[in-house]
């Protein structure tokens, strides 16, 4: 069965860092794009990065480039997403996003808090 599950939010200070994984069940997604994306309250969700399946193409929204690196290591069936010089304004939950090759289904994972303190 697929599924995806997020772990490594928690709370840290403005200016710290933060590293979540995604772990990946059911075989397929590393040959598909994977994505981050985030929801903080009364917003919408929106992208925060995707990655190619070969982890050679990487897009990120505007607000985090330089800051936010998005990885993948398809032996480990693992997404990962490296939140360095963090801010308040990061606060939300993150959610790790991904389809199986020839399924129009996306796969969400329960999502993991992540909260930037002042």
């Known amino acids: 069965q697929a599924q995806l599950v997020e772990s490594g939010g928690g709370l840290v200070q403005a200016g710290g860092s933060l590293r979540l994984s995604c772990a990946a ?4 997604f590393s040959r ?8 903080a309250p009364g917003k919408q969700r929106e992208l925060v ?13 505007d607000s985090v480039k330089g800051r936010f690196t998005i ?3 398809n032996a480990k069936n693992t997404v990962y997403l490296q939140m360095n010089s963090l801010k308040p304004e990061d606060t939300a939950v993150y959610y790790c996003s991904g389809r199986l090759p020839g399924h129009a289904t996306t796969y969400w994972g329960q999502g993991t808090q992540v909260t930037v303190s002042s």
């Open 25 to 28: 069940s059911g075989s397929g």
């Open 71 to 73: 990885s993948r290591d």
């Open 49 to 61: 990065a995707n990655i190619s399946p070969g982890g050679g193409i990487t897009n990120y929204q």
């Open 32 to 39: 598909n794009y994977m994505a981050w994306y985030r929801q």
